[in-house]
C-alpha cells in the first residue's frame, strides 16, 4: 500500500495551495481518507477526513471554512484544497486511509495507512 502526498510549497499569507493524494495497493472507495499536520515542535493533528464514497466531511474548526476535502474514486486520489492560508498552517501534512468511518478518524483512530508528508509553509 502506498499514499503519495504532493502539491506543498511556500506560499503567501491570504493564498492557496492543492494537496493530492494518490493511493495505491487497496480498493480506495472501500476507505476513509484523511488528511493530518504536524507543525514544528507539536503533536501531529487532525485535519480533515472524507467518508468512503465522499458523503461525509468531517475538519478541524481550525480549517473549517477555509480547507475542503474531496476524492476521486475514480482516480484513486484524494485532495486537499486550502484557502485563506494562515502562518499558523505552516506544517508538514499527512494523508491517511483507513477501513473506519469519517468520525472516527477525525477523533485519531483509524488510520491504518500513511503516506510521506508534503510541507506546507506559509509566509505572513
Known amino acids: 500500500v502506498q499514499l503519495q502526498a504532493s502539491g506543498g510549497g511556500l506560499v503567501q499569507a491570504g493564498g492557496s495551495l492543492r494537496l493530492s493524494c494518490a493511493v495505491s495497493?487497496?480498493?480506495?472507495?472501500?476507505?476513509?481518507v484523511g488528511w493530518f499536520r504536524q507543525a514544528p515542535g507539536k503533536e501531529r493533528e487532525f485535519v480533515a477526513a472524507?467518508?468512503?464514497?465522499?458523503?461525509?466531511?468531517y475538519y478541524a474548526d481550525s480549517v473549517n471554512g477555509r480547507f475542503t476535502i474531496s476524492r476521486d474514486n475514480a482516480k484513486n486520489t484524494a485532495f486537499l484544497q486550502m484557502n485563506s492560508l494562515k502562518p499558523e498552517d505552516t506544517a508538514v501534512y499527512y494523508c491517511?486511509?483507513?477501513?473506519?468511518?469519517?468520525?472516527?478518524?477525525?477523533?485519531?483512530?483509524?488510520?491504518?495507512?500513511w503516506g510521506e508528508g508534503t510541507q506546507v509553509t506559509v509566509s505572513s
Open positions: 495497493g487497496l480498493t480506495f472507495s472501500s476507505y476513509t
Open positions: 491517511a486511509a483507513g477501513p473506519s468511518t469519517a468520525q472516527r478518524m477525525s477523533m485519531g483512530y483509524g488510520m491504518d495507512y
Open positions: 472524507i467518508s468512503r464514497i465522499g458523503g461525509s466531511t
